[in-house]
């Protein structure tokens, strides 16, 4: 079974302050990992994946996260938070068959200015 | 840009009654899927659809749940009796099915159980 850990549930970080989201998972096949934001009253939408090659992958908005097997860990980051960044952040991982996603339990970004 | 669409934004209803949620997927999309949110948990994943059938279902997904695609646009979730803790928020996903089945969301249903 396939599962995801973000850890803490609330980061607040200053305006132009790095953004750094944790998230570990925990898959017996080879894993694809997404991070999806979640704007209150909005639906999700994604922010970036992970399938193949390439472990640093960039996305939308100047996130990016690295994929990192040995610590089967999926960090999202982005150098310099804007007021705009607030938002809760999930973590998910599927299978190769893509049948479903599992999510992590999100994490809720403040920016403070 | 397409995107999916969901009806009601909000619901209402007793305990014990039947509710029907409505999305409308991305037009070419194959891979249809309902996820839920109870308020201040996960997204938690519930069934996924493809080709007429279910593909995959959680253990949340019970006799009371059912799905159907009734004609080529929409795409259904039925709680046949709604109970209290069915509240949450209600996502509908679609995927093209390429690649990593990349999945987009509506922007969901707010079910009150009452």
């Known amino acids: 079974a396939q599962s995801v850990t973000q850890l803490g549930s609330h980061v607040s970080v200053s305006e132009g302050a790095l953004v750094l989201l944790r998230c570990n998972y925990s898959?017996?096949?080879?894993?694809?990992l997404f991070w999806y934001v979640q704007y209150p009253n909005q639906g999700l939408q994604l922010l970036l994946k992970y399938t193949t090659g390439a472990t640093l992958v960039k996305g939308i908005n100047g996130f990016e996260a690295e994929f990192k097997k040995s610590e089967t860990s999926f960090h999202l980051t982005k150098p310099s938070a804007h007021m705009s960044d607030a938002a809760e952040y999930f973590c998910?991982?599927?299978?190769?068959?893509?049948?479903?996603?599992?999510f992590g339990a999100g994490t809720i970004l403040r920016v403070k200015s | 840009e397409p995107e999916v669409t969901q009806t009601p934004s909000h619901q209402v209803t007793q305990m014990g009654q039947e509710v029907i949620l409505r999305c409308v997927p991305i037009s070419n999309h194959l891979y249809f899927y309902w996820y839920r949110q109870i308020l201040g948990q996960k997204v938690e994943f519930l069934v996924s659809f493809y080709n007429n059938e279910i593909s995959e279902k959680s253990e949340i997904f019970d006799d009371q749940f059912s799905v159907e695609r009734p004609d080529g646009s929409n795409f259904t979730l039925k709680i046949r009796s709604t109970k209290l803790e069915d509240s949450a928020m209600y996502f509908c996903a679609s995927s093209d099915g390429t690649g990593v089945h990349e999945q987009y969301f509506g922007p969901g249903t707010r079910l009150t159980v009452t």
């Open positions: 998910a991982v599927s299978d190769v068959n893509g049948n479903k996603l599992v």
């Open positions: 898959s017996s096949v080879p894993p694809y």
